[in-house]
């Protein structure tokens, strides 16, 4: 069980669900609301509100009416969204019911669905507000994100921390963001450096997902939970429909949601008081779960504002890396200094700056971990000062030393000279007719990694289909 760790890898997961599970999800106008904000370009936004209060159904000649000429592959695109969401109908330009009747519920209000949560009457303690729970779920974030650097084993928990629950590991390792070798050692895998590279939105979705495809295998098992997938996802878009800072009640929940409250407690999507668990609190992960982008900065500039330094330090990162492989990075977070210590040799560490270098032995630790090469370009590239760039467009030359990442991408080579692979070696044949014959079946059915027709001998990787072929070819002669 893995996820692809990637920008738009929750597009694609709701694009894969059956129209069945959409019929579910869009029951609730928190969830429907949910997808038309996120999931949706302008264009097709603007066709759902058009369609929305329309009495008749759309013909395709009507859209033509609203859409420039110029724009018709902008108009294809929204309509196969819409309807690879269930939005429209399949063979029409009209909304499905669930979704049109949801969404006006939602934009109208009314109704007794309590899709967008039910808020608590009980009293509040003050020392819960805004910078508690940024404070809350930044240690609870932070400590899972550490978990997956420090299984370099290059780097420890911050803090003294033990790290996130133990459901948190597990999904961590069913998900491959880390790996346990032989010998009982973490590491973290290509999948895993992907996923520190990502926004905190979409890792958080990253997690919600894995979380989700675990419990569709322990249904496929039998040995499923108390929970239905397709109930927690729409519970997933109802918390990102709250609002942050206040209190929810927790009566007004089902008795598989409440099941699922501490599990999102580990993830530090919400905050429930030890002295009243009969309300929560939704965290800034939470409520941004469905933000656009330029949103998103809010989590971090939020998380910011409970430390000493502002957003731009304390997040930020930018590197100067020169000819001779020195990089310099200014950076303040703690783990994003964890981030750069998994593929580059640090040397010394000041006060919003550490400095070391790009070495062979670092490269090839970090390629050894799973980390391509490819990867790490990729985080100098987005990580650059913005001094290399303007001197880079200054000199017509790109942003990163050419030679620099050409020798990390040979240093990966370096690693990948010999591969080794067990089978079998067919050999000493009585003539080439009989040689020709067993390569060529091999060759057929896929078997065959290698062979050399001019000195009669090939390598195979199974054998048994091999064996039965020559003992037929022995009794036809």
Same mark, same amino acid.
């Given at each position: 069980?893995?996820? +692809?760790?990637?920008?738009?890898?929750?597009?694609?997961?709701?694009?894969?669900?059956?129209?069945?599970?959409?019929?579910?999800?869009?029951?609730?106008?928190?969830?429907?609301? $949910?997808?038309?904000?996120?999931?949706?370009?302008?264009?097709?936004?603007?066709?759902?509100? $058009?369609?929305?209060?329309?009495?008749?159904?759309?013909?395709?000649?009507?859209?033509?009416?609203?859409?420039?000429?110029?724009?018709?592959?902008?108009?294809?695109?929204?309509?196969?969204?819409?309807?690879?969401?269930?939005?429209? @109908?399949?063979?029409?330009?009209?909304?499905?019911?669930?979704?049109?009747?949801?969404?006006?519920?939602?934009?109208?209000?009314?109704?007794?669905?309590?899709?967008?949560?039910?808020?608590?009457?009980?009293?509040?303690?003050?020392?819960? =507000?805004?910078?508690?729970?940024?404070?809350? %779920?930044?240690?609870?974030?932070? =400590?899972?994100?550490?978990?997956?650097?420090?299984?370099?084993?290059?780097?420890?928990?911050?803090?003294?921390?033990?790290?996130?629950?133990?459901?948190?590991? !597990?999904?961590?390792?069913?998900?491959?963001?880390?790996?346990?070798?032989?010998?009982?050692?973490?590491?973290?895998?290509?999948?895993?450096?992907?996923?520190?590279?990502?926004?905190?939105? $979409?890792?958080?979705? *990253?997690?919600?997902?894995?979380?989700?495809?675990?419990?569709?295998?322990?249904?496929?098992?039998?040995?499923?939970?108390?929970?239905?997938?397709?109930?927690?996802?729409?519970?997933?878009?109802?918390?990102?429909?709250?609002?942050?800072?206040?209190?929810?009640?927790?009566?007004?929940?089902?008795?598989?949601?409440?099941?699922?409250?501490?599990?999102?407690?580990?993830?530090?999507?919400?905050?429930?008081?030890?002295?009243?668990?009969?309300?929560?609190?939704?965290?800034?992960? %939470?409520?941004?779960?469905?933000?656009?982008?330029?949103?998103?900065?809010?989590?971090?500039?939020?998380?910011?504002?409970?430390?000493?330094?502002?957003?731009?330090?304390?997040?930020?990162?930018?590197?100067?890396?020169?000819?001779?492989?020195?990089?310099?990075?200014?950076?303040?977070?703690?783990?994003?200094?964890?981030?750069?210590?998994?593929? *580059?040799?640090?040397?010394?560490?000041?006060?919003?700056?550490?400095?070391?270098?790009?070495?062979?032995?670092?490269?090839?630790? %970090?390629?050894?971990?799973?980390?391509? +090469?490819?990867?790490?370009?990729?985080?100098?590239?987005?990580?650059?000062?913005?001094?290399?760039? @303007?001197? *880079? $467009?200054?000199?017509?030359?790109?942003?990163?030393?050419?030679?620099?990442?050409?020798?990390?991408?040979?240093?990966?080579?370096?690693?990948?000279?010999?591969?080794?692979?067990?089978?079998?070696?067919?050999? !000493?044949?009585? !003539?080439?007719?009989?040689?020709?014959?067993?390569?060529?079946?091999?060759?057929?059915?896929?078997?065959?990694?290698?062979?050399? =027709?001019?000195?009669?001998?090939?390598?195979?990787?199974?054998?048994?289909?091999?064996?039965?072929?020559?003992?037929?070819?022995?009794?036809?002669?």
């Amino acid at each position: 069980m893995s996820v +692809s760790v990637s920008e738009n890898f929750l597009s694609q997961y709701l694009e894969h669900l059956p129209g069945t599970t959409f019929r579910k999800l869009y029951q609730q106008p928190s969830t429907t609301l $949910a997808i038309f904000r996120r999931m949706l370009p302008h264009i097709a936004k603007n066709l759902v509100m $058009a369609l929305l209060y329309s009495p008749t159904p759309w013909t395709l000649s009507d859209l033509d009416l609203w859409i420039k000429p110029s724009a018709t592959r902008e108009k294809d695109q929204a309509i196969a969204i819409l309807r690879s969401l269930h939005i429209i @109908q399949p063979q029409s330009v009209t909304l499905t019911v669930n979704f049109r009747n949801s969404l006006r519920l939602a934009l109208e209000g009314g109704g007794d669905h309590n899709s967008f949560g039910v808020l608590s009457t009980h009293p509040i303690s003050p020392e819960i =507000d805004h910078a508690f729970l940024d404070k809350y %779920a930044r240690k609870k974030w932070d =400590d899972i994100l550490h978990y997956v650097v420090s299984a370099t084993g290059l780097t420890g928990m911050s803090g003294g921390s033990n790290g996130p629950n133990k459901s948190v590991k !597990e999904l961590l390792l069913a998900g491959r963001l880390v790996d346990r070798s032989a010998g009982g050692d973490l590491k973290i895998t290509h999948i895993g450096f992907s996923f520190l590279l990502q926004e905190p939105n $979409a890792q958080v979705w *990253a997690l919600l997902l894995l979380w989700l495809q675990a419990v569709d295998v322990a249904h496929a098992n039998g040995t499923a939970p108390d929970m239905d997938s397709v109930d927690m996802l729409s519970f997933f878009f109802m918390l990102a429909s709250l609002e942050f800072g206040r209190a929810y009640s927790t009566d007004s929940l089902t008795e598989s949601r409440r099941n699922m409250l501490p599990f999102l407690i580990d993830f530090g999507l919400i905050y429930i008081p030890s002295n009243d668990k009969s309300q929560f609190f939704p965290t800034r992960l %939470a409520t941004t779960l469905t933000s656009n982008e330029s949103a998103l900065r809010s989590i971090s500039a939020g998380f910011s504002a409970v430390g000493n330094t502002t957003s731009d330090e304390q997040d930020k990162c930018t590197i100067i890396l020169e000819t001779n492989f020195r990089m310099y990075a200014y950076v303040y977070s703690p783990l994003q200094i964890a981030v750069l210590a998994l593929f *580059a040799d640090l040397k010394y560490r000041f006060k919003g700056l550490v400095s070391g270098h790009l070495t062979r032995k670092s490269i090839k630790q %970090a390629v050894s971990h799973g980390i391509t +090469s490819d990867q790490i370009v990729s985080y100098l590239s987005s990580h650059a000062h913005e001094q290399m760039y @303007q001197n *880079a $467009a200054a000199n017509n030359k790109p942003v990163l030393p050419p030679v620099v990442i050409d020798q990390i991408r040979l240093w990966q080579l370096d690693t990948e000279r010999i591969s080794t692979r067990d089978g079998y070696l067919f050999k !000493e044949f009585d !003539e080439y007719k009989e040689y020709k014959a067993v390569a060529d079946f091999a060759d057929n059915i896929g078997v065959c990694a290698w062979r050399n =027709d001019k000195k009669g001998i090939f390598f195979a990787t199974k054998i048994e289909q091999i064996k039965d072929f020559m003992k037929s070819q022995k009794k036809a002669n």
